[in-house]
Nanobody, 115 residues
Protein backbone atom coordinates (compact mmCIF):
# COMPACT_ATOMS: atom_id res chain seq x y z
CA UNK A 1 0.00 0.00 0.00
CA UNK A 2 1.06 3.59 -0.54
CA UNK A 3 2.89 5.09 2.40
CA UNK A 4 4.29 8.58 2.78
CA UNK A 5 6.26 9.47 5.89
CA UNK A 6 7.42 13.02 6.53
CA UNK A 7 10.23 13.96 8.84
CA UNK A 8 12.46 16.92 9.66
CA UNK A 9 10.05 19.35 11.24
CA UNK A 10 10.84 21.34 14.34
CA UNK A 11 11.16 24.72 15.97
CA UNK A 12 13.29 27.28 14.15
CA UNK A 13 13.90 30.98 14.64
CA UNK A 14 12.78 33.43 11.96
CA UNK A 15 15.31 33.58 9.16
CA UNK A 16 16.40 30.02 9.76
CA UNK A 17 16.25 26.93 7.57
CA UNK A 18 14.82 23.44 7.70
CA UNK A 19 14.79 20.52 5.33
CA UNK A 20 11.81 18.22 5.32
CA UNK A 21 11.91 14.73 3.90
CA UNK A 22 9.14 12.48 2.69
CA UNK A 23 9.93 8.80 2.31
CA UNK A 24 7.62 6.99 -0.06
CA UNK A 25 6.85 3.32 -0.46
CA UNK A 26 4.28 1.02 -2.02
CA UNK A 27 4.30 2.49 -5.52
CA UNK A 28 6.60 3.32 -8.42
CA UNK A 29 7.86 6.57 -6.96
CA UNK A 30 9.78 7.71 -10.04
CA UNK A 31 6.58 7.63 -12.12
CA UNK A 32 4.59 10.14 -10.06
CA UNK A 33 4.51 13.82 -9.42
CA UNK A 34 4.88 14.65 -5.75
CA UNK A 35 3.60 17.66 -3.87
CA UNK A 36 4.02 19.48 -0.60
CA UNK A 37 1.15 21.14 1.21
CA UNK A 38 0.84 22.90 4.54
CA UNK A 39 -1.91 23.72 6.97
CA UNK A 40 -1.66 26.46 9.54
CA UNK A 41 -3.91 26.49 12.62
CA UNK A 42 -7.43 27.55 11.71
CA UNK A 43 -6.64 27.78 8.01
CA UNK A 44 -7.31 25.78 4.88
CA UNK A 45 -4.67 23.41 3.60
CA UNK A 46 -2.39 25.30 1.21
CA UNK A 47 -0.47 23.98 -1.75
CA UNK A 48 3.27 24.65 -1.45
CA UNK A 49 4.67 23.11 -4.61
CA UNK A 50 4.87 20.14 -6.94
CA UNK A 51 7.69 18.34 -8.67
CA UNK A 52 7.23 16.27 -11.80
CA UNK A 53 8.39 12.63 -11.76
CA UNK A 54 11.88 13.45 -13.01
CA UNK A 55 12.31 16.42 -10.71
CA UNK A 56 13.07 18.74 -13.59
CA UNK A 57 9.82 20.71 -13.58
CA UNK A 58 8.82 22.21 -10.28
CA UNK A 59 6.10 24.72 -9.48
CA UNK A 60 5.78 26.77 -6.30
CA UNK A 61 3.16 28.83 -4.57
CA UNK A 62 3.89 32.51 -4.70
CA UNK A 63 4.16 32.68 -0.92
CA UNK A 64 7.23 30.41 -0.89
CA UNK A 65 8.82 30.98 -4.30
CA UNK A 66 12.45 31.95 -3.96
CA UNK A 67 12.66 30.66 -0.38
CA UNK A 68 11.64 27.01 -0.66
CA UNK A 69 13.12 24.37 -2.94
CA UNK A 70 11.61 20.99 -3.75
CA UNK A 71 13.86 18.17 -4.89
CA UNK A 72 13.63 14.44 -5.13
CA UNK A 73 15.89 11.42 -5.16
CA UNK A 74 14.21 8.69 -7.15
CA UNK A 75 16.86 6.19 -6.08
CA UNK A 76 15.86 6.75 -2.46
CA UNK A 77 12.11 7.18 -3.09
CA UNK A 78 12.29 10.46 -1.21
CA UNK A 79 11.12 13.99 -1.90
CA UNK A 80 12.54 16.95 -0.01
CA UNK A 81 11.45 20.45 0.90
CA UNK A 82 14.31 22.81 1.67
CA UNK A 83 12.95 25.86 3.46
CA UNK A 84 15.11 28.98 3.85
CA UNK A 85 14.46 32.45 5.18
CA UNK A 86 11.65 31.09 7.28
CA UNK A 87 8.98 33.42 8.59
CA UNK A 88 6.50 33.06 11.45
CA UNK A 89 3.74 32.74 8.85
CA UNK A 90 5.39 29.56 7.58
CA UNK A 91 4.33 27.86 10.81
CA UNK A 92 2.15 24.92 9.84
CA UNK A 93 1.90 21.18 9.58
CA UNK A 94 3.61 20.20 6.35
CA UNK A 95 2.39 17.26 4.29
CA UNK A 96 3.69 15.47 1.27
CA UNK A 97 1.15 14.04 -1.13
CA UNK A 98 0.81 11.91 -4.20
CA UNK A 99 -2.28 13.01 -6.10
CA UNK A 100 -3.86 12.60 -9.52
CA UNK A 101 -4.22 9.71 -9.88
CA UNK A 102 -5.17 8.71 -6.38
CA UNK A 103 -5.01 10.92 -3.32
CA UNK A 104 -2.40 9.86 -0.79
CA UNK A 105 -1.07 11.91 2.10
CA UNK A 106 1.51 11.55 4.79
CA UNK A 107 0.80 12.14 8.45
CA UNK A 108 2.45 15.56 8.42
CA UNK A 109 5.31 17.13 10.31
CA UNK A 110 5.04 20.24 12.45
CA UNK A 111 7.12 23.28 11.55
CA UNK A 112 7.12 26.16 14.01
CA UNK A 113 8.86 29.44 13.33
CA UNK A 114 9.25 31.48 16.46
CA UNK A 115 11.84 33.44 18.38
Amino acid sequence: QVQLVESGGGLVQPGGSLRLSCAASGFAFSSYAMSWYRQAPGQEREWVGTTNPAGRSIAYAGSVKGRFTISRDNNKNTVYLQMNSLKPEDTAVYYCARRFPGDYWGQGTQVTISS
